[in-house]
């Protein structure tokens, strides 16, 4: 039987760091306020002639070269942003160009701030199904340009980075179990309405969002996802090494850890220094803690993701 498994992580943050104090000085707001709210105190801003795909070059590059690839040797990338260059060709199309290979498969996901647990639960389909032997997975974003930088209430959460991995057959398992969910019923509470239409954008081209339903939204399927991803992968809360949930809130965070019963000291938490970043949280969060050392051979790791849509779901991990 083939399994998959994550051979190579790699990530990428622009080189601009925007501090809740700078914040200060761009709308009515406090580091008290946003760091008790959220948790976060800094965040990367891409610089305005990056885009996603250059962030997810960077972040690709360093994946395969910690899986010991060449670029050629990857045969998908499924790339997960809610921010893509353009609106067709897909950012994954252009990602496959900028690292000099042609052939393979190439698409992007849309599942928001799930989108990179939708994008690691495909590939897995791909690579297990033997329709490849390393796939890359990104997720990427450039956050910063669909936010309204004088709405108080959204800016201050978000920022831009990139993560990536390699998904490699494997005769071992690697991704033990995934899970995906959706309701579109729940649209109104997070959402960028815009859209292109007659040369021009209707309708507003920024995030708007109702905070607290999606607060407390996010924590009920955050806790309701684990419950059903962790005995599909044959693993009770208490064998879960590493929760590594999207980084959105601490306080969400905290939430999905306590539903666990996990202690703090077994999650992984980047918010603080890169705020949301949508489809680029787990990614980075993941490459953080790997390379910190912290995640290590067989351990178990908990993927969750939350987001627009609304979208949640979980992958659940030997490392
Ligand atoms: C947005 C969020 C941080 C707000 O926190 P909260 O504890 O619900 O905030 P509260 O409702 O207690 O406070 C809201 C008040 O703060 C004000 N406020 C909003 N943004 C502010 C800011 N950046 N600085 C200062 N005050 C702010 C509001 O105007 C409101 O004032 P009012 O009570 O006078 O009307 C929180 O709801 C949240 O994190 N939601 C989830 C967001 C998220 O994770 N989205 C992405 C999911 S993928």
């Not at 998908?76 to 160009?97: K, N, R």
């Not at 705020?275 to 051979?297: M, Y």
């Amino acid at each position: 039987m083939t399994f998959s498994r994550i051979t190579g992580t790699g990530s990428y943050l622009p080189a601009k760091v925007l501090t809740n104090k700078d914040l200060e000085s761009m709308v009515d707001t406090s580091d008290e306020w946003i760091f008790t709210r959220s948790g976060i105190r800094e965040r990367h801003i891409a610089a305005s002639d990056e885009l996603a795909s250059d962030l997810a070059l960077h972040a690709s590059r360093r994946a395969i070269e910690a899986a010991g690839l060449q670029p050629s040797d990857i045969g998908l990338i499924v790339l997960a942003t809610t921010t893509p260059d353009m609106i067709f060709p897909s950012t994954a199309c252009l990602l496959q160009s900028k690292l000099g290979i042609h052939g393979c498969p190439a698409f992007d996901v849309q599942a928001v701030c799930t989108g990179f647990v939708y994008a690691l639960a495909t590939a897995d389909m791909y690579v297990k199904a033997g329709h490849c032997k390393h796939a890359l997975v990104v997720g990427t974003e450039v956050f910063s340009r669909i936010l309204d930088w004088k709405d108080r209430g959204t800016c201050v959460l978000f920022g831009d980075g990139a993560g990536a991995v390699v998904l490699s057959s494997s005769d071992t398992p690697g991704v033990l179990a995934a899970r995906l969910h959706a309701d579109g019923a729940h649209t109104g509470i997070l959402s960028v309405p815009g859209t292109v239409c007659d040369g021009r954008v209707e309708g507003s081209p920024f995030v708007s969002m109702d905070g607290s339903a999606v607060f407390k939204l996010a924590v009920r399927v955050l806790g309701e996802v684990a419950d059903e991803v962790l005995p599909a992968a044959g693993l009770a809360k208490s064998q879960v090494d590493w929760l590594i949930p999207h980084q959105a809130n601490i306080r969400i965070i905290e939430a999905a850890a306590k539903k666990l019963g996990l202690g703090m000291d077994k999650v992984v938490a980047t918010v603080d220094r890169h705020g949301n970043t949508s489809a680029a949280s787990i990614p980075l969060a993941l490459d953080v803690a790997v390379r910190d050392g912290r995640i290590r051979a067989g351990h178990h790791v908990l993927l969750e993701g939350v987001g627009g849509g609304f979208t949640w779901g979980a992958v659940a991990l030997r490392w």
